[in-house]
Protein backbone atom coordinates (compact mmCIF):
# COMPACT_ATOMS: atom_id res chain seq x y z
CA UNK A 1 0.00 0.00 0.00
CA UNK A 2 1.52 3.11 -1.18
CA UNK A 3 2.32 5.92 1.87
CA UNK A 4 3.28 9.39 2.63
CA UNK A 5 4.65 10.46 5.33
CA UNK A 6 5.31 14.20 6.24
CA UNK A 7 7.82 13.71 8.45
CA UNK A 8 9.72 10.91 6.88
CA UNK A 9 9.63 12.39 3.26
CA UNK A 10 10.44 15.97 4.55
CA UNK A 11 13.28 17.62 1.75
CA UNK A 12 15.96 19.92 3.40
CA UNK A 13 16.78 20.92 -0.50
CA UNK A 14 13.29 21.07 -2.70
CA UNK A 15 9.90 22.52 -2.71
CA UNK A 16 8.13 21.17 -3.62
CA UNK A 17 9.14 17.41 -3.13
CA UNK A 18 7.45 14.41 -4.24
CA UNK A 19 4.00 14.89 -3.18
CA UNK A 20 4.60 17.63 -0.54
CA UNK A 21 5.15 21.76 -1.29
CA UNK A 22 5.31 24.10 2.00
CA UNK A 23 3.97 27.21 1.49
CA UNK A 24 1.17 30.21 2.49
CA UNK A 25 -2.46 31.22 2.21
CA UNK A 26 -3.37 34.85 2.62
CA UNK A 27 -5.20 35.94 5.84
CA UNK A 28 -9.12 37.49 5.11
CA UNK A 29 -9.93 34.39 2.51
CA UNK A 30 -10.03 32.09 5.33
CA UNK A 31 -8.44 28.69 4.05
CA UNK A 32 -9.46 29.50 0.48
CA UNK A 33 -6.95 32.06 -0.45
CA UNK A 34 -4.18 31.02 -3.15
CA UNK A 35 -1.40 29.07 -2.40
CA UNK A 36 1.99 30.64 -2.53
CA UNK A 37 5.49 28.66 -1.85
CA UNK A 38 7.91 29.02 0.20
CA UNK A 39 11.29 29.84 -1.19
CA UNK A 40 14.16 29.55 1.15
CA UNK A 41 15.64 27.23 3.82
CA UNK A 42 17.40 28.46 6.69
CA UNK A 43 18.62 27.03 10.02
CA UNK A 44 17.79 28.63 12.95
CA UNK A 45 20.62 31.31 13.54
CA UNK A 46 21.58 30.73 17.29
CA UNK A 47 22.55 27.79 19.04
CA UNK A 48 20.16 25.22 17.33
CA UNK A 49 20.85 24.75 13.91
CA UNK A 50 19.61 21.54 13.29
CA UNK A 51 16.23 22.81 13.47
CA UNK A 52 15.57 24.35 10.14
CA UNK A 53 12.57 25.81 8.46
CA UNK A 54 11.21 26.59 4.91
CA UNK A 55 9.96 30.42 4.85
CA UNK A 56 8.85 32.92 2.14
CA UNK A 57 10.90 35.50 0.36
CA UNK A 58 9.56 38.33 3.39
CA UNK A 59 10.59 36.26 6.29
CA UNK A 60 13.38 34.56 7.96
CA UNK A 61 14.02 33.01 11.83
CA UNK A 62 12.45 35.36 14.38
CA UNK A 63 10.53 37.73 12.23
CA UNK A 64 7.05 36.90 10.73
CA UNK A 65 6.86 33.37 11.96
CA UNK A 66 5.46 32.05 9.27
CA UNK A 67 6.84 28.84 8.00
CA UNK A 68 7.33 25.16 8.41
CA UNK A 69 9.85 23.67 10.69
CA UNK A 70 11.44 20.51 10.79
CA UNK A 71 14.00 18.89 13.53
CA UNK A 72 16.81 17.08 11.70
CA UNK A 73 17.35 15.25 14.37
CA UNK A 74 16.06 11.70 15.53
CA UNK A 75 15.62 12.98 19.18
CA UNK A 76 13.72 16.21 20.53
CA UNK A 77 15.27 19.34 20.35
CA UNK A 78 14.11 22.03 22.96
CA UNK A 79 14.47 25.17 21.69
CA UNK A 80 14.67 28.46 24.07
CA UNK A 81 13.37 31.51 22.01
CA UNK A 82 15.37 34.63 22.38
CA UNK A 83 12.13 35.96 23.89
CA UNK A 84 12.82 33.12 26.91
CA UNK A 85 9.41 30.93 25.86
CA UNK A 86 9.94 27.38 25.31
CA UNK A 87 9.34 25.31 21.68
CA UNK A 88 9.54 21.07 22.29
CA UNK A 89 10.41 20.16 18.49
CA UNK A 90 9.28 16.33 18.44
CA UNK A 91 12.19 14.32 16.96
CA UNK A 92 11.97 14.29 13.40
CA UNK A 93 9.04 15.47 13.22
CA UNK A 94 7.74 18.76 11.46
CA UNK A 95 5.97 22.15 12.99
CA UNK A 96 3.93 24.78 11.39
CA UNK A 97 3.66 28.14 12.21
CA UNK A 98 1.16 30.66 10.94
CA UNK A 99 2.33 34.63 10.28
CA UNK A 100 2.28 37.64 12.14
CA UNK A 101 -0.47 39.32 9.93
CA UNK A 102 -2.49 36.46 10.41
CA UNK A 103 -1.47 34.08 6.70
CA UNK A 104 -2.02 30.46 6.88
CA UNK A 105 1.34 28.11 7.37
CA UNK A 106 0.25 25.45 4.73
CA UNK A 107 1.50 21.95 3.72
CA UNK A 108 0.03 20.60 0.53
CA UNK A 109 -0.12 17.25 -0.60
CA UNK A 110 -0.80 16.31 -3.97
CA UNK A 111 -2.08 13.25 -5.42
CA UNK A 112 0.01 11.56 -7.07
CA UNK A 113 -2.86 9.60 -9.10
CA UNK A 114 -6.09 8.40 -9.22
CA UNK A 115 -7.46 6.69 -6.32
CA UNK A 116 -8.93 6.27 -2.42
CA UNK A 117 -6.68 7.79 0.02
CA UNK A 118 -6.60 7.49 3.68
CA UNK A 119 -6.05 10.72 5.71
CA UNK A 120 -4.18 9.75 9.29
CA UNK A 121 -3.01 13.62 10.90
CA UNK A 122 -2.28 14.59 14.57
CA UNK A 123 -2.02 18.27 15.50
CA UNK A 124 -0.25 19.41 18.87
CA UNK A 125 0.62 22.55 20.58
CA UNK A 126 4.82 22.32 21.28
CA UNK A 127 4.76 25.80 22.73
CA UNK A 128 5.26 26.27 26.55
CA UNK A 129 3.15 29.45 25.92
CA UNK A 130 0.38 28.27 23.38
CA UNK A 131 -2.84 29.91 23.54
CA UNK A 132 -5.50 29.08 20.51
CA UNK A 133 -4.65 27.85 17.29
CA UNK A 134 -7.02 26.52 14.38
CA UNK A 135 -6.53 23.52 11.91
CA UNK A 136 -7.87 22.55 8.91
CA UNK A 137 -7.64 20.55 6.20
CA UNK A 138 -9.30 20.81 3.23
CA UNK A 139 -9.60 19.25 -0.18
CA UNK A 140 -10.32 21.11 -3.50
CA UNK A 141 -11.30 24.25 -1.30
CA UNK A 142 -13.67 22.34 0.54
CA UNK A 143 -12.68 22.22 4.34
CA UNK A 144 -12.78 18.50 5.12
CA UNK A 145 -11.93 19.58 9.05
CA UNK A 146 -11.15 22.49 11.07
CA UNK A 147 -11.10 22.41 14.65
CA UNK A 148 -8.90 24.71 17.31
CA UNK A 149 -6.32 23.81 19.94
CA UNK A 150 -6.30 25.46 22.99
CA UNK A 151 -3.39 25.93 25.42
CA UNK A 152 -0.14 24.09 25.84
CA UNK A 153 0.04 20.45 24.48
CA UNK A 154 -3.49 20.46 23.13
CA UNK A 155 -3.85 18.05 20.35
CA UNK A 156 -6.59 16.71 18.33
CA UNK A 157 -6.25 14.41 15.73
CA UNK A 158 -8.04 13.61 12.39
CA UNK A 159 -8.47 9.98 10.59
CA UNK A 160 -10.75 9.04 7.73
CA UNK A 161 -13.01 6.90 8.90
CA UNK A 162 -13.60 5.46 5.38
CA UNK A 163 -11.62 6.72 2.56
CA UNK A 164 -11.80 10.38 0.28
CA UNK A 165 -11.24 9.79 -3.65
CA UNK A 166 -8.92 11.92 -5.51
CA UNK A 167 -8.21 12.77 -8.70
CA UNK A 168 -4.38 12.80 -10.04
CA UNK A 169 -2.81 16.30 -9.18
CA UNK A 170 -5.69 17.52 -7.14
CA UNK A 171 -4.27 19.25 -3.58
CA UNK A 172 -5.32 18.12 0.61
CA UNK A 173 -3.91 21.24 2.51
CA UNK A 174 -2.74 20.77 6.20
CA UNK A 175 -3.14 24.11 7.47
CA UNK A 176 -2.44 25.98 11.02
CA UNK A 177 -3.93 29.55 11.52
CA UNK A 178 -3.68 32.28 14.44
CA UNK A 179 -7.20 30.92 15.54
CA UNK A 180 -9.38 32.61 17.97
CA UNK A 181 -7.26 34.88 19.58
CA UNK A 182 -6.31 36.12 16.24
CA UNK A 183 -2.60 36.53 17.20
CA UNK A 184 0.04 34.08 16.34
CA UNK A 185 2.02 34.33 19.43
CA UNK A 186 3.09 30.27 20.86
CA UNK A 187 1.51 28.80 17.70
CA UNK A 188 3.93 26.33 16.80
CA UNK A 189 2.07 23.52 16.40
CA UNK A 190 3.45 19.49 15.72
CA UNK A 191 1.77 18.40 12.65
CA UNK A 192 1.64 14.72 12.27
CA UNK A 193 0.09 13.79 8.26
CA UNK A 194 0.32 10.01 7.48
CA UNK A 195 -1.25 9.43 3.72
CA UNK A 196 -2.14 5.66 2.18
CA UNK A 197 -3.11 5.18 -1.24
CA UNK A 198 -5.86 2.38 -1.14
CA UNK A 199 -4.69 -0.63 -4.08
CA UNK A 200 -6.72 -1.85 -6.69
CA UNK A 201 -10.38 0.17 -5.60
CA UNK A 202 -10.17 1.83 -9.15
CA UNK A 203 -8.51 -1.12 -11.06
CA UNK A 204 -10.59 -3.69 -9.49
CA UNK A 205 -14.14 -2.88 -11.70
CA UNK A 206 -12.13 -3.14 -14.86
CA UNK A 207 -9.93 -6.35 -14.26
CA UNK A 208 -13.27 -7.62 -13.13
CA UNK A 209 -14.75 -6.33 -16.53
CA UNK A 210 -11.91 -7.72 -18.49
CA UNK A 211 -12.05 -11.31 -16.78
CA UNK A 212 -16.02 -10.92 -17.66
CA UNK A 213 -15.28 -10.36 -21.07
CA UNK A 214 -12.99 -13.09 -21.67
CA UNK A 215 -15.08 -15.81 -20.20
CA UNK A 216 -17.60 -14.43 -22.02
CA UNK A 217 -15.69 -15.14 -25.48
CA UNK A 218 -14.63 -18.43 -24.09
CA UNK A 219 -18.58 -19.70 -23.15
CA UNK A 220 -19.73 -18.27 -26.93
CA UNK A 221 -17.11 -19.98 -28.74
CA UNK A 222 -17.75 -23.48 -26.81
CA UNK A 223 -21.66 -22.65 -27.31
CA UNK A 224 -20.94 -22.07 -30.85
CA UNK A 225 -18.71 -25.41 -31.58
CA UNK A 226 -21.74 -27.11 -29.60
CA UNK A 227 -23.91 -25.74 -32.50
CA UNK A 228 -22.30 -26.63 -35.66
CA UNK A 229 -21.08 -29.90 -34.44
CA UNK A 230 -24.82 -30.58 -33.74
CA UNK A 231 -26.10 -29.04 -36.77
CA UNK A 232 -23.46 -30.94 -38.79
CA UNK A 233 -24.27 -34.21 -37.38
CA UNK A 234 -28.27 -33.93 -38.05
CA UNK A 235 -27.17 -32.72 -41.67
CA UNK A 236 -24.94 -36.25 -42.22
CA UNK A 237 -28.01 -37.72 -40.38
CA UNK A 238 -30.73 -36.56 -43.23
CA UNK A 239 -28.71 -36.38 -45.69
CA UNK A 240 -28.33 -40.39 -45.41
CA UNK A 241 -31.69 -41.05 -44.38
CA UNK A 242 -32.16 -39.15 -48.04
CA UNK A 243 -30.02 -41.76 -49.14
CA UNK A 244 -31.42 -44.29 -47.67
CA UNK A 245 -35.18 -43.93 -48.42
CA1 LIG B 1 -3.05 32.18 18.15
Not at 26 to 42: E, K, N, Q, R, Y
Not at 137 to 159: C, H, M, Q, R
Not at 163 to 191: H, K, Q, W, Y
Request: glycine share 10%; with cysteine; hydrophobic share 40%.
Amino acid sequence: MPTWSLSSDFSLIHNPSSVWSFGSKPAGHHVTGMFSLFTHLDPEPNDYSEIIAWFGSDTIWYTHGLGVYYNTKPMNIILKEPNTNIITFTANGVAMHPGDDGRFSVVRFTAPKDGNYVLDTTFTHIHNCALYSGVYIVYNNLTLWEIGLAGPGDSKSFKTTDSITVRANEPIDFIVGVGLDNISNCDMTLARVDIHLLENQIESPVIAGSIGFVLGIIFTTILLCIYYRYRGNRQNGNAGYEVIG
